[in-house]
T-cell receptor
């Protein structure tokens, strides 16, 4: 039972580099989400998607982009990495109106 | 300013003690959820409460949703070292649809 799978688990980037955080789920959930978690701040919603081909901004979308070409995959792209984007990133999925299932996170450091 | 305020931020207690964690807001929520997160892992759902005044029990954990659906509490009876972790409340404000907002979390450490 894979659930929500995130890759990579850890990454160090230099300022200005770009990268894609991968997220895939095998539960056929319509809804998918990207959060970042900073110490003492809880989880902040970056982007979410209610289905393939549909994405929308969350609370902190600046500096990020997403796409949802399939139900299973919801990659998060950082185009020009900045130190403020150092964080732990969590992907989650859920059926409509139900609780969210989280991946184990990607720890990203930007130096 | 957090839409959901959790207190306390940090709690260190001895095994066997009782504790309560609070989650408060000025907004009304269609539902509230409690998650537990361990280091290196994602949050795992403990419970969802949807009805004002609702009380749910999960073994030694008791969850309550306020009558006005603006607040919730988590009470742990006779804490064990295995209860150590980060506890997060999350809610779906009425105007947010299925999007959750999270509290900052309560770090619980239970010492043997």
């Amino acid at each position: 039972n894979a659930g929500v799978t995130q890759t990579p688990k850890f990454r160090i980037l230099k300022i200005g580099q770009s990268m894609t955080l991968q997220c895939t789920q095998d539960m056929n959930h319509n809804y998918m989400y990207w959060y970042r978690q900073d110490p003492g701040m809880g989880l902040k919603l970056i982007y979410y998607s209610v289905g393939a081909g549909i994405t929308d901004k969350g609370e902190v979308p600046n500096g990020y982009n997403v796409s949802r070409s399939t139900t299973e995959d919801f990659p998060l792209r950082l185009e020009l990495a900045a130190p403020s984007q150092t964080s732990v990133y969590f992907c989650a999925s859920s059926p409509i109106g139900q609780a969210q299932h989280f991946g184990d996170g990607t720890r990203l450091s930007i130096l | 300013t957090q839409l959901l305020e959790q207190s306390p931020q940090f709690l260190s207690i001895q095994e066997g003690e009782n504790l309560t964690v609070y989650c408060n807001s000025s907004s009304v929520f269609s539902s509230l959820q409690w998650y537990r997160q361990e280091p290196g892992e994602g949050p795992v759902l403990l419970v969802t409460v949807v009805t004002g005044g609702e009380v749910k029990k999960l073994k030694r954990l008791t969850f309550q949703f306020g009558d006005a659906r603006k607040d919730s509490s988590l009470h742990i009876t006779a804490a064990q070292t295995g209860d150590t972790g980060l506890y997060l409340c999350a809610g779906a404000p009425m105007e947010y649809g299925n999007k959750l907002v999270f509290g900052a979390g309560t770090i619980l450490r239970v010492k043997s």
